[in-house]
């Protein structure tokens, strides 16, 4: 089967962090662009950070740069999104995606214009 999944999230206090997982499975993650995206209550989806398949592209939302960072480990199969200095305004479940490169830009990716595969969400939460 092939899929996304997403793991890591939780509950966490404000300025604290958090590192969430978009672990692939039955396809090999080498040859896709990876972006991660979050939806708040009652807000629309956005896209937060999306890395190319050697990792020498990536974006950043303006309201994450400096305090999250993407990566990914090929041989893990694995991409990953480092959460410093969280705030409350990052509560949201938080969902990775991917899109084959050649087929579309890492800026398409994280404007959702493409994407092959959605993992199914991890929550979270940013409290005292």
């Known amino acids: 089967q092939l899929q996304l999944v997403e793991s890591g999230g939780g509950l966490v206090q404000p300025g604290g962090s958090l590192r969430l997982s978009c672990a692939a499975s039955g396809f090999s993650l080498d040859y896709y662009v990876v972006g991660w995206f979050r939806q708040a209550p009652g807000k629309e989806r956005e896209g937060v950070s999306c890395i190319s398949n050697r990792g020498s592209s990536i974006k950043y939302a303006d309201s994450v740069k400096g305090r999250f960072t993407i990566s990914r480990d090929n041989a893990k199969n694995t991409v990953y999104l480092q959460m410093n200095s969280l705030k409350p305004e990052d509560t949201a479940v938080y969902y990775c995606?991917?899109?084959?490169?050649?087929?579309?830009?890492?800026?398409?990716?994280?404007?959702?214009?493409?994407?092959?595969?959605w993992g199914q969400g991890t929550q979270v939460t940013v409290s005292s």
């Open positions: 995606a991917a899109v084959r490169t050649g087929t579309a830009t890492v800026q398409a990716l994280c404007d959702m214009r493409v994407a092959d595969y």
